[in-house]
């Protein structure tokens, strides 16, 4: 390892870094705000949530399709745009519709009553012919609300366990970072879904909870440097460049382990379906996060308290 401090300033800069995370997450709660004083949704939940409406159905006509097709890949998609379009007749356009391995197709979508769910059969059957309808399931709204609070529960719980491993494995101001670390992550990714109205179900959850694990792992990569180099260095360095140079020395890890990560995701984004594309979104935005507030966040938080302490 070599002995020469680095130049590079990343922590005297930590006022930059927490303004440009303030301000995204400060524009996530005025939309949300906005939203609550109009007495609608703070934020744009899914059916898991707010409780709805499942069919699982099979139709011939797509099961002759795809015995007919060599693509069935744009099959599929265009059966469920077309599907789509008959439920736009509802204002039920933003549904989730799946086609399952076993050719089924799921529908999910707002609560419909007996009425309705005939009605809209009787669509389908007119627009693509005989059908059989295998499932019909309802979320009524006390279960989505109490997958809503499980929800909650689940990120409260993980990020008490991140904090007790960092202050285990390393002393309670890192736990302490790391935490808030994380908390900016979801705070940010809760945010953008404020912003640009996506839709929070439980593969959002999901998602959340995939780039806390993440982002925890490159912070406590950053953090072994950090001691190691506290440990080394400490009578020759002030703090400040300390973690400094920890964080220049694992710059290019941090870098590489992001951008073959962002590759799969931008390949996900590109030629995945239309239900997963929101999950990949929400990871594409929970990486970056989680990259720069392992560099730029939780490290300038251990200057910060370590500062403090000394």
């Known amino acids: 390892m070599s002995q020469t401090p680095s130049k590079i300033r990343v922590i005297q800069k930590k ?3 927490f303004m440009l995370s303030l301000t995204i997450i400060g524009l996530g709660l005025i939309v949300m705000g906005q939203r609550y004083l109009h007495q609608d949704p703070v934020l744009n939940f899914g059916i898991d949530f707010t409780g709805g409406s ?8 797509l099961n002759t399709e795809l015995n007919n097709t060599d693509t069935p890949k744009e099959t599929r998609i265009r059966f469920i745009q077309d599907v789509r379009g008959v439920l736009s007749r509802y204002q039920l356009d933003k549904s989730i519709i799946q086609i399952a391995q076993d050719r089924e197709v799921i529908i999910r979508t707002i609560p419909l009553t007996n009425t309705q769910r005939v009605t809209l059969l009787s669509l389908l059957e ?20 109490e997958l809503r609070q499980m929800s909650i529960w689940i990120i409260c719980m993980v990020s008490i366990a991140l904090l007790l491993y960092c202050s285990w494995r390393f002393e309670l101001l890192y736990g302490v970072s790391a935490l ?13 879904a404020a912003l640009f109205n996506i839709e929070v179900n439980t593969a959002f959850v999901a998602a959340v909870l995939t780039i806390l694990g993440y982002s925890i792992n490159d912070t406590i990569v950053i953090f072994d440097r950090i001691r190691e180099n506290m440990n ?16 220049y020395q694992m710059l290019g890890r941090t870098i590489h382990t992001s951008t073959t990560t962002l590759l799969v995701i ?12 929101p ?11 989680g990259t720069y507030s392992s560099l730029l966040i939780a490290s300038p938080l251990v200057a910060l308290f370590a500062t403090k302490r000394r």
Request: aromatic share 10%; hydrophobic share 55%.
């Open 15 to 17: 006022n930059l870094w």
């Open 232 to 247: 080394r260095y400490l009578k020759q360095w002030d703090i400040l460049t300390i973690i400094n140079t920890s964080i």
């Open 266 to 277: 931008v390949c996900l984004l590109i030629f995945g379906g239309t239900t997963i594309k």
């Open 279 to 289: 999950f990949a979104l929400v990871l594409l935005v929970g990486v970056i996060s």
């Open 180 to 192: 808030l670390a994380v908390l900016h992550d979801a705070l940010i990714m809760v945010s953008f």
């Open 126 to 145: 007119e627009r693509f012919g005989t059908l059989e309808l295998l499932e019909v399931d309802i979320i009524g709204p006390s279960i989505g609300e």
């Open 54 to 61: 499942s069919l699982i159905l099979r139709f011939d006509k």
